[in-house]
């Protein structure tokens, strides 16, 4: 059974920055592709940042310069480093995995076959 867990989130101020990870147990193979997205309260997930098991990146253009995705393999630890967050940045955040090889990483939802359960991030102005 793939798990997901993420940790990092929490209370920042207008401006901060702050570093998600999640950490993605062990399976038959090496994980494909990984993602960070997020949701809040009456809005759609949006998709932040993907990454191949090589270390390719891509961002949705809105996002990129302000977040970065990267990984530390040998730890299997995905992370998120967000800067200059800002209370639209609210949201419930969440990682995702894929095993399927040749899978697009592209932060689209359905490329993406496990989940975790998501860590909190509050801004305030």
């Known amino acids: 059974q793939v798990q997901l867990v993420e940790s990092g989130g929490g209370s920042v101020q207008a401006g901060s920055s702050l570093r998600l990870s999640c950490v993605v147990s062990k399976y038959t193979s090496e994980w494909n592709g990984m993602a960070w997205f997020r949701q809040s309260p009456g809005k759609q997930r949006e998709g932040l940042a993907g990454?191949?098991?090589?270390?390719?990146?891509v961002y949705p253009g809105r996002f990129e310069g302000r977040f970065t995705i990267s990984q530390d393999s040998a730890k299997d630890t995905v992370y998120l480093d967000m800067k200059n967050l800002q209370p639209d940045d609210t949201a419930i955040y969440y990682c995702a995995a894929d095993f399927r090889p040749g899978t697009s990483y592209y932060p689209y939802a359905q490329n993406f076959g496990f989940w975790g359960r998501g860590t909190q991030v509050t801004v305030s102005a």
């Open positions: 990454i191949s098991h090589s270390s390719g990146t």
